[in-house]
T-cell receptor, first 114, second 112 residues
Framework: ETGVTQSPTHLIKTRGQQVTLRCSSQ?????VSWYQQALGQGPQFIFQ???????GRGNFPPRFSGLQFPNYSSELNVNALELDDSALYLC?????????????FGSGTQLSVL | GDSVTQMEGPVTLSEEAFLTINCTYT??????LFWYVQYPGEGLQLLLK?????DKGSNKGFEATYRKETTSFHLEKGSVQVSDSAVYFC???????????FGTGTRLKVLA
C-alpha cells in the first residue's frame, strides 16, 4: 500500500503570487488534513477535508483554501502569498470510522516566498 | 483554547542515557494524547498514544503515561540510541475532527 505523497517537494514563489500544493492520501483513507510547519515550530492545523467537504478549520485567513476530490486526493491553494507563508506544508490522511486516531503524514512541500 | 507546552530543546545525550521530554497540555474534555517523531527530511510519524487517563502508550522502548490530574504526558526512554536523534512532538487531539494541537517540538541529539 502506498503512503501519503505530496508534490512538489520544494517550491519558490514571490510575494503576491498564488500556489497550489497537492496531496495523494494513503489508500483507503477518506480524510485529509493540512498543516503548516514554520521553521523550528510544530505543525499548525489549517483545515481538514472529509468526503470532499471542509470538516474543520484552524486560524488561517480565507486566502488559504482547499479541495478534496472523489478519489480523496486533495489540494491546498494559497492566494496573495506573503513572506510569512514560507513554511513546510504537511498533508496527513486518516482512515474512515475512527476519531482522534493516527494521522499518516506525507514528507511535505517546502514553500519559500521571496 | 487547547494548548500544549513542551520542554525546550535541544536535548543532547550520550548513547544509553535516560531520556525524559516533558509535555503538559490544556484542553476541554478528555483528549487523546500522542507523541509524534520527525526524522530529518521526513514527515511526522506516530510514536505512541494514550486515549484515557492512566493509559500508558509504548513503542520502540519509549513510554508515556496519560496523567489527567497533572495534565501531562511526559515521554521517557531508558536507554537512547543514536538512531533516536530526531524532533519529538507532543500532541493532544480532541473534538472528533482530528484537530491536533502540536507542541513546538523538542530536538533530541544522541551522541555515540
Amino acid at each position: 500500500e502506498t503512503g501519503v505523497t505530496q508534490s512538489p517537494t520544494h517550491l519558490i514563489k514571490t510575494r503576491g503570487q498564488q500556489v497550489t500544493l497537492r496531496c495523494s492520501s494513503q489508500s483507503g483513507h477518506n480524510t485529509v488534513s493540512w498543516y503548516q510547519q514554520a521553521l523550528g515550530q510544530g505543525p499548525q492545523f489549517i483545515f481538514q477535508y472529509y468526503r470532499e467537504e471542509e470538516n474543520g478549520r484552524g486560524n488561517f485567513p480565507p486566502r488559504f483554501s482547499g479541495l478534496q476530490f472523489p478519489n480523496y486526493s486533495s489540494e491546498l491553494n494559497v492566494n496573495a502569498l506573503e513572506l510569512d507563508d514560507s513554511a513546510l506544508y504537511l498533508c496527513a490522511s486518516s482512515p474512515p470510522g475512527q476519531t482522534n486516531e493516527k494521522l499518516f503524514f506525507g514528507s511535505g512541500t517546502q514553500l519559500s516566498v521571496l | 483554547g487547547d494548548s500544549v507546552t513542551q520542554m525546550e530543546g535541544p536535548v543532547t545525550l550520550s548513547e544509553e542515557a535516560f531520556l525524559t521530554i516533558n509535555c503538559t497540555y490544556t484542553a476541554t474534555g478528555y483528549p487523546s494524547l500522542f507523541w509524534y517523531v520527525q526524522y530529518p527530511g521526513e514527515g511526522l510519524q506516530l510514536l505512541l498514544k494514550a486515549t484515557k487517563a492512566d493509559d500508558k502508550g509504548s513503542n520502540k522502548g519509549f513510554e508515556a503515561t496519560y496523567r489527567k490530574e497533572t495534565t501531562s504526558f511526559h515521554l521517557e526512554k531508558g536507554s537512547v540510541q543514536v538512531s533516536d536523534s530526531a524532533v519529538y512532538f507532543c500532541a493532544p487531539a480532541s473534538g472528533g475532527t482530528y484537530k491536533y494541537i502540536f507542541g513546538t517540538g523538542t530536538r533530541l541529539k544522541v551522541l555515540a
